[in-house]
Nanobody, 115 residues
Framework: QVQLVESGGGLVQPGGSLRLSCAAS????????MGWYRQAPGKQRELVAT???????NYVDSVKGRFTISSDNAKNTVYLQMNSLKPEDTANYYC?????????WGQGTQVTVSS
């Protein structure tokens, strides 16, 4: 059975940094993309960043220049380096791995940006 385990969330002051990790256990057939989403209270879940198996990346405009997505394909792990964090980045962050047969989600990790 596939499980995605996230780590790295927490409380940070504005301007600070955090690095999220998401590691998949179990076998996922035909992975073609990995990504991070976030959901703030009272808001819809939104795409933050994606990375293809070949390394092509995509970001929502609000995080461009501040966040960097990367992956270790051999370990089926995806990372999100978040710099210059703002209070509006506060949300529960979810990783997603897209395979040719199914998509998989992590359980979420809370990121709170506050002074």
């Amino acid at each position: 059975q596939v499980q995605l385990v996230e780590s790295g969330g927490g409380l940070v002051q504005p301007g600070g940094s955090l690095r999220l990790s998401c590691a998949a256990s179990g076998s996922i057939f035909g992975i073609y993309a990995m990504g991070w989403y976030r959901q703030a209270p009272g808001k819809q879940r939104e795409l933050v960043a994606t990375i293809s198996r070949r390394g092509s990346t995509n970001y929502v405009d609000s995080v461009k220049g501040r966040f960097t997505i990367s992956s270790d394909n051999a370990k089926n792990t995806v990372y999100l380096q978040m710099n210059s964090l703002k209070p509006e980045d506060t949300a529960n962050y979810y990783c997603q791995i897209r395979g040719s047969l199914s998509d998989y989600w992590g359980q979420g990790t809370q990121v709170t940006v506050s002074s």
